[in-house]
C-alpha cells in the first residue's frame, strides 16, 4: 500500500520555466510534507517542507503547495534551471511518527 | 555543524558474505537515526531507525540488522548477503525535536555479486 504517490516517473522542461512536480498521499494523519532533492550516487538534500497548517511555504525560487481536501501536495521552481535537473522525493511524515514516508521519485530534466 | 559520514563508498561483496556498514554523525547529540535502502529504479525504503543507544525499529522483514552501539553510530549488518541486497544504502539523522527533516550521508553502492 503506497501511501505516498508521485505518479509522474519523469518530467522534462525547458531552462527558464516552471517546473511543477505532483505528490498525492492517502493517509489523513499525516501532517508534515517535504521535498528531497537526489542527484546520482548522492544521498538526498532537503530542499522545503510544509505543515499542514499551511496551504504554502517559499524558499526562494521554490514554492510548495499543500491542498488538504485533495490530500495534493506540489513542488514549483520557478524559474527551471540545468542544474536542477535530479530526482525529487515527496516524504510525508504523520503526528507522533519517527518515521518519514517517501514518494517512489521524479527524474526532472531542465533543458538548456 | 552538523556531518553525517558514510563508509564505504563502494562495495562490492560475494554473495554468503557479511557485511558492516558504519554510519557516524557529529555535532548533534541524540539524533534519531535512519537506514534506508534505494534499489535501482525505485524510491526510498526504510529499512530501520532508532531513537536512543540499543533501541532498533525494523521495518522490513529481511536477512540485515542494524545495531547502534552508541549516540552517534549506526551499524547495518548482515551474516549472509543475498542477491537482492545490491543497492545505494542510506544513512540519516534527525533531531527529533520540533523539526522533522532529515539529513542524508552520501550513499554506499553495494553490489553482490
Known amino acids: 500500500d503506497q501511501q505516498v504517490k508521485q505518479n509522474s516517473p519523469s518530467l522534462s522542461v525547458q531552462e527558464g520555466r516552471i517546473s511543477i512536480l505532483n505528490c498525492d498521499y492517502t493517509n489523513s494523519m499525516f501532517d508534515y510534507f517535504l521535498w528531497y532533492k537526489k542527484y546520482p550516487a548522492e544521498g538526498p538534500t532537503f530542499l522545503i517542507s510544509?505543515?499542514?497548517?499551511?496551504d504554502k511555504n517559499e524558499d526562494g525560487r521554490f514554492t510548495v503547495f499543500l491542498n488538504k481536501s485533495a490530500k495534493h501536495l506540489s513542488l514549483h521552481i520557478v524559474p527551471s534551471q540545468p542544474g536542477d535537473s535530479a530526482v525529487y522525493f515527496c516524504a510525508a511524515k504523520g503526528s507522533g511518527s519517527e518515521k518519514l514516508v517517501f514518494g517512489k521519485g521524479m527524474k526532472l530534466t531542465v533543458n538548456p | 555543524s552538523q556531518t553525517i559520514h558514510q563508509w564505504p563508498a563502494t562495495l562490492v561483496q560475494p554473495v554468503g558474505s557479511p557485511l558492516s556498514l558504519e554510519c557516524t554523525v557529529e555535532g548533534t547529540s541524540n539524533p534519531n537515526l535512519y537506514w534506508y535502502r534505494q534499489a535501482a529504479g525505485r524510491g526510498l525504503q526504510l529499512l530501520f531507525y532508532s531513537v536512543g543507544i540499543g533501541q532498533i525499529s525494523s521495518e522490513v522483514p529481511q536477512n540485515l540488522s542494524a545495531s547502534r552501539p552508541q549516540d552517534r553510530q549506526f551499524i547495518l549488518s548482515s551474516k549472509k548477503l543475498l542477491l537482492s541486497d545490491s543497492g545505494f544504502y542510506l544513512c540519516a539523522w534527525e533531531v527529533g525535536t520540533f523539526t522533522y527533516e532529515q539529513y542524508f550521508g552520501p550513499g554506499t553502492r553495494l553490489t553482490v555479486t
Open positions: 510544509i505543515s499542514s497548517i499551511k
